[in-house]
């Protein structure tokens, strides 16, 4: 059972425009919330974070929003660059620093 | 800027081979996690420490996969023997908190092919 969905496989947005990328979850018991960036043939880096106490989180292009009710979040990248081309990965962690992984959403950026 | 450390980069083994790989965390990391990633999937928890100590092994196949932490350092992850389904990346990650939730810090990444 999937704890951590990413439904769209693949994006693809403009240069300048807004990409949004979207995860839901299951378990009521995740408290933080967490996007990383992989390109291919390296490991994942951490981009954002978010705790359940929050609804939003902002560092730079990259702003994270969460709904607890919907058990939902949502990274917000403005303006998308080419550079942000990449795999997005939505995770969750419970106590004890468990962390699970959504597949993926695929980001393409068209300059 | 502190890394997670793995070796090797990429192994190439025959099927029915014992294959191991290295990670050494960020310095100071308490909680070490070992990641299984198929293309096209996430990554997919194997085992995960607390210390030295084994937190979360329920997904690790132990029939034929092994992980150690002897010191509550560096860290081992053992396929013995190899199915060409083990085919993967298999990923290191490394947090500093005991009981508080934190970002992990992934390294490179070891790409298995098994043959």
């Known amino acids: 059972d999937q704890q951590v969905k990413q439904n769209s496989p693949s994006l693809s947005v403009q240069e300048g425009r807004i990409s949004i990328l979207n995860c839901d979850y299951t378990?009521?018991?995740?408290?933080?919330f967490l996007w990383y960036k992989k390109y291919p043939a390296e490991g994942p880096t951490f981009l954002i974070s978010?705790?359940?106490?929050?609804d939003k989180n902002e560092d730079g292009r990259f702003t994270v929003f969460l709904n607890k009710s919907a058990k939902h979040l949502s990274l917000h990248i403005v303006p998308s660059q080419p550079g942000d081309s990449a795999v997005y990965f939505c995770?969750?962690?419970?106590?004890?620093?468990?962390?699970?992984f959504g597949a993926g959403t695929i980001l393409r950026v068209k300059s | 800027e502190a890394e997670v450390a793995q070796s090797p980069r990429y192994k190439i083994t025959e099927k029915s081979q014992a294959v191991a790989f290295w990670c050494d965390p960020i310095?100071?990391?308490?909680?070490l996690y070992w990641y299984r990633q198929i293309l096209g999937q996430g990554p997919e928890l194997l085992v995960q420490?607390?210390?030295?100590?084994?937190?979360?092994d329920s997904q690790l196949p132990k029939d034929r996969f092994s992980a150690e932490r002897l010191k509550g350092v560096d860290s081992t992850l053992k396929i013995q023997p190899a199915e060409l389904g083990d085919s993967a990346m298999y990923l290191c990650?490394?947090?500093?908190?005991?009981?508080?939730?934190?970002?992990?810090?992934f390294g490179q990444g070891t790409r298995l092919t098994v043959v």
């Open positions: 990650a490394s947090s500093s908190t005991r009981g508080v939730n934190t970002e992990a810090f």
């Open positions: 378990n009521s018991m995740f408290d933080y």
């Open positions: 978010i705790s359940s106490i929050k």
């Open positions: 995770a969750a962690m419970s106590y004890g620093n468990k962390l699970v």
């Open positions: 310095s100071g990391h308490a909680t």
């Open positions: 420490f607390q210390d030295e100590s084994v937190v979360d």
